[in-house]
């Protein structure tokens, strides 16, 4: 089946080197090729990166997956609002998958903010990221059927407990607390929208 998928930020020269020695540049934020194309654009502003997807022949009307890591905290709750209601409305048949920060309000969180910010990164938007229930209704706000959202310990526990055994006996976890609550502090988010009813609501974890 022919899809698009939309990555929301990778590095162009990491993907270029890795997966296309023969592409063609088109600038120094974008190149193209028949089957891929990697567009730089400036998320806060929807209508540039669509008029900049359209150039690269972009069909809205094949189902779409849009992932998006660590970049909507980036934006203000308004600017991440409108990206996300902008692919709904652009898209008819989408999934959208985030992966960002969740519980920021606690101790951790806090502190987590803090070492940013002492390092001049300023999480604009990590209003959203307060809680779970803040990540699915942003979604559901914002045009989308359905939502979920769990945190990346619920996650790993959910994985296979004899692979996550045999893992952990290869690289030795000295700090299992700590590594436990950076995952309670991350958490995945997916929502779609079906009007070709392939079943995208039914995509659970
Ligand atoms: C923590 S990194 C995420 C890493 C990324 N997922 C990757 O695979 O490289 C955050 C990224 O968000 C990008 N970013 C922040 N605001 C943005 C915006 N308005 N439009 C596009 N990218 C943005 C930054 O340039 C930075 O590369």
Excluded at 156 to 177: G, H, M, N, T, W
Excluded at 187 to 196: H, P, T
Aim: proline share 3%; glycine share 2%; aromatic share 10%.
């Amino acid at each position: 089946m022919l899809m698009n998928i939309l990555i929301y930020n990778l590095s162009i020269p990491l993907i270029c080197n890795c997966w296309f020695p023969n592409f063609e540049l088109a600038d120094s934020h974008s190149l193209d090729s028949s089957r891929y194309s990697i567009v730089g654009a400036d998320l806060r502003f929807s209508s540039d990166l669509e008029e900049k997807l359209k150039k690269h022949n972009l069909d809205v009307h094949l189902p779409t997956l849009l992932i998006a890591e660590c970049v909507l905290v980036y934006m203000t709750p308004q600017q991440s609002a409108n990206l996300l209601k902008w692919a709904a409305s652009t898209f008819p048949v989408a999934m959208f998958i985030n992966y960002e920060q969740v519980n920021m309000t606690d101790r951790f969180g806090q502190i987590m903010i803090e070492n940013l910010q002492r390092r001049q990164c300023n999480l604009a938007g990590v209003e959203v990221c307060r809680s779970l229930e803040a990540q699915r209704e942003r979604l559901l706000l914002n045009g989308w059927e359905n939502a979920h959202a769990i945190d990346m310990m619920k996650v790993y526990s959910s994985l296979p407990q004899a692979d996550v055994k045999r893992i952990e006996e290869l690289e030795f976890l000295d700090e299992k607390e700590l590594f436990e609550q950076l995952m309670q502090h991350y958490c995945i988010c997916w929502a779609s929208k079906d009007s070709s009813n392939l079943g995208l609501a039914d995509i659970a974890f």
